[in-house]
């Protein structure tokens, strides 16, 4: 079973949050899984390049905004909203209320 490092919330900086989310697919991925919650690789793909996604992925996850988890086959990526709150109070709502993708 494949495991991902995510990196704990206290250590999230905020720079690194924000250069990540600077990617209109990854901002876009991350306002889909708000929108719907959990969704597998496959529902957040856009027509991209299945390498191209894993590097968006990895960016995510790596800038504490994204945890993916493995079930079965089906990796399922989450926006770790309750913990971004808590240490970003109000941000994530911020950036997810712009635009409307």
Same mark, same amino acid.
């Given at each position: 079973?494949? $495991? ?5 919330i +206290?250590?999230?900086d905020?720079? *690194?949050l924000?250069?990540?989310? #600077?990617?209109p697919v %990854?901002?876009a991925?991350?306002?889909k899984?708000a $929108?719907h919650?959990?969704l597998?690789? +496959?529902?957040?793909?856009?027509? *991209?390049?299945r390498?191209?996604? #894993?590097?968006?992925? %990895?960016v995510?996850r790596?800038a504490?905004?994204? $945890? ?11 926006? *770790?909203e309750?913990?971004?709150e ?14 409307g993708?």
């Amino acid at each position: 079973m494949e $495991r991902y490092e995510h990196p704990v919330i +206290a250590d999230v900086d905020i720079c *690194r949050l924000f250069a990540a989310l #600077s990617d209109p697919v %990854r901002l876009a991925m991350v306002r889909k899984l708000a $929108r719907h919650g959990a969704l597998n690789c +496959a529902a957040l793909t856009m027509d *991209r390049p299945r390498s191209t996604m #894993s590097h968006h992925f %990895r960016v995510l996850r790596a800038a504490g905004l994204v $945890r993916t988890t493995v079930s079965g086959t089906e990796h399922v990526n989450a926006l *770790r909203e309750t913990e971004l709150e808590a240490r970003f109070p109000g941000l994530l709502r911020l950036i997810l209320e712009e635009g409307g993708d």
